[in-house]
């Protein structure tokens, strides 16, 4: 039986360096410089299971998207409680707990520059990519305020859009990633945030030395209710592509146009291939899904008007987190108990391929 979901970063946190020392990892706590919502201080967590010296090693990475990483922190803390059923020798594990702790703590998805991090990581020294159908949308996806008469307003004239451009188009346009609107949904920012420079040193360094490596990260928010959708950031065609479908053999790629997702530009597993170049690297991304398409936009839309006009911590706000949290993860246990099982299917093949 996995345990709830927590209820806070700082109960999620708890939780994972609680397991992590009964499963007698190494533990190494990275400090994010602002506070959460409680105050607290935040940190980037990493716990390590099995030889530093290995030269395979896997790492699970939650909470790229800060409220996603309820989920994968509890998978995470789950996995470190069931460390006994684990072969004797095979890679080092490695479990990256928070790679967004400003936006697990502050229910957001994500960061503190309202940055996306997975459309952060795009060539800094070129222009950003262009997406100016995003314009056209702005108004209507992030009004200047959140009354009544402006949702309705706004949903209405966004339900013609979807009429006219269809569901695909519309989704290109709006989850594909757009660097011109701060306030906006699925912002990538104007150069590298905290957590892309944290994740790109951290992998530098800690794959130094590693022959190959598989990488797994953890989200939610698309796709059919428990279901763990296999999503590479890989071209179809490429050596590491070849390599995800045959550890997985129902891996899609965003580049085929046949995924849950929309061709992104800037996520962070398309970019790992820079981080160690000398490390064979095999990534791919669990995707959960919760609530439908339009639910999950109208929190994402409720979190950035509150951001951009509002006060965060004052005490209405709790229902703007209440939503995003209730379109990013079920607190029905029956839904933590379907997620389980992809989760321990990706990570015993990762295991049985490297060993």
Wanted: a negative charge; hydrophobic letters at 45%; proline letters at 6%.
């Amino acid at each position: 039986m996995i345990a709830p979901l927590s209820r806070s970063y700082v109960e999620a946190r708890a939780a994972f360096l609680d397991a992590a020392a009964a499963a007698g990892a190494r533990i190494d706590s990275h400090p994010h410089p602002l506070r959460g919502l409680e105050g607290e201080e935040l940190f980037v967590d990493v716990a390590e299971v099995g030889p530093t010296d290995a030269d395979r090693v896997i790492v699970v990475v939650s909470g790229t998207h800060g409220v996603e990483g309820y989920l994968g922190s509890a998978l995470q803390r789950h996995h470190l409680a069931t460390l006994d059923r684990e072969p004797a020798v095979g890679p080092t594990l490695v479990f990256v707990h928070a790679l967004n702790p400003y936006g697990f703590s502050w229910v957001r998805r994500v960061n503190e520059d309202n940055v996306d991090l997975n459309r952060n990581f795009v060539d800094w020294s070129q222009p950003p990519p262009a997406n100016p159908d995003y314009a056209d949308l702005a108004a209507l996806l992030v009004p200047d305020s959140w009354t009544e008469a402006e949702q309705e307003r706004t949903l209405v004239g966004l339900m013609g859009v979807l009429q006219d451009l269809g569901m695909a188009r519309m989704q290109q346009i709006i989850q594909g990633g757009q660097f011109h609107h701060p306030t906006g949904v699925f912002y990538g920012g104007t150069g590298p945030v905290w957590s892309h420079r944290w994740l790109r040193e951290f992998a530098r360094r800690r794959l130094a030395g590693v022959a190959r490596a598989a990488i797994v990260d953890l989200h939610t928010g698309l796709g059919p209710w428990g279901h763990g959708s296999l999503l590479s950031s890989d071209p179809p065609g490429s050596e590491s592509f070849a390599r995800q479908r045959a550890w997985w053999p129902d891996a899609t790629a965003l580049d085929a146009g046949d995924s849950v997702s929309a061709v992104v530009a800037g996520d962070w597993l398309a970019a790992a291939h820079g981080f160690a170049p000398d490390t064979e690297i095999t990534g791919i991304t669990i995707e959960y899904g919760t609530v439908d398409g339009i639910t999950v936009l109208q929190s994402l839309r409720a979190d950035a008007v509150l951001h951009a006009t509002g006060d965060p911590a004052a005490p209405e706000a709790l229902a703007v987190r209440d939503q995003v949290r209730a379109a990013f993860l079920d607190d029905d246990p029956a839904w933590l108990e379907t997620c389980w099982p992809r989760y321990e299917q990706v990570l015993e093949r990762a295991i049985a391929h490297l060993s």
